[in-house]
């Protein structure tokens, strides 16, 4: 009689929603990704650049770190959004991105999902501040 070790799930903590730190981050991790392609669409980078011109780009909101980036730039390659080649610059190899049409395709797309929600927002943002200066309490 063989004996299987039970496994049991441990259950993770609940997010703190009230936390803006847990929204910032929600949404900076999906702002780094659309603004990856968003420099790729201007032309073709090598890592380094890429994450500094997102930081550039969003003036310091989203920043990726390493561990973020290239996670993000393989799954991107192996979906067929972006390219790469190794060049060797001053002695050093390093692999340059360039969007594919499937990457151009996928950043219109997301530009226009991002519009649609930053509209959306602005409209709640609008409508809650009405609330707040009628004196009632946001029913969000």
């Known amino acids: 009689m063989s ?3 039970v496994l049991r799930a441990v259950a993770r903590p609940s997010p ?3 936390d803006r730190a847990y929204w910032a ?10 603004f990856v392609l968003q420099v790729l669409h201007d032309g073709p980078a090598h890592g380094y650049d890429i994450a500094r011109a997102v930081e550039r780009t969003t003036n310091g909101c989203c920043s990726p770190s390493e561990g973020a980036l290239y996670p993000t730039l393989r799954e991107f390659e192996q979906g067929g959004y972006v390219t790469s080649e ?11 991105y360039t969007l594919t049409d ?5 950043f219109k797309v997301g530009l226009g999902a991002w519009m ?10 609008r409508a809650a501040k009405a609330r707040e ?6 029913k969000c």
Do not use: N
């Open 16 to 18: 703190d929603f009230t």
């Open 116 to 125: 649609d929600a930053t509209a959306a927002l602005t409209e709640t943002g």
């Open 25 to 34: 981050g929600t949404i900076k991790m999906a702002l780094s990704r659309f």
């Open 86 to 96: 190794t060049e060797v610059v001053s002695g050093r190899e390093r692999r340059v």
């Open 3 to 5: 004996s299987k070790p």
């Open 133 to 138: 200066t009628a004196g009632e309490a946001c």
């Open 102 to 106: 499937k990457g151009r395709e996928a």
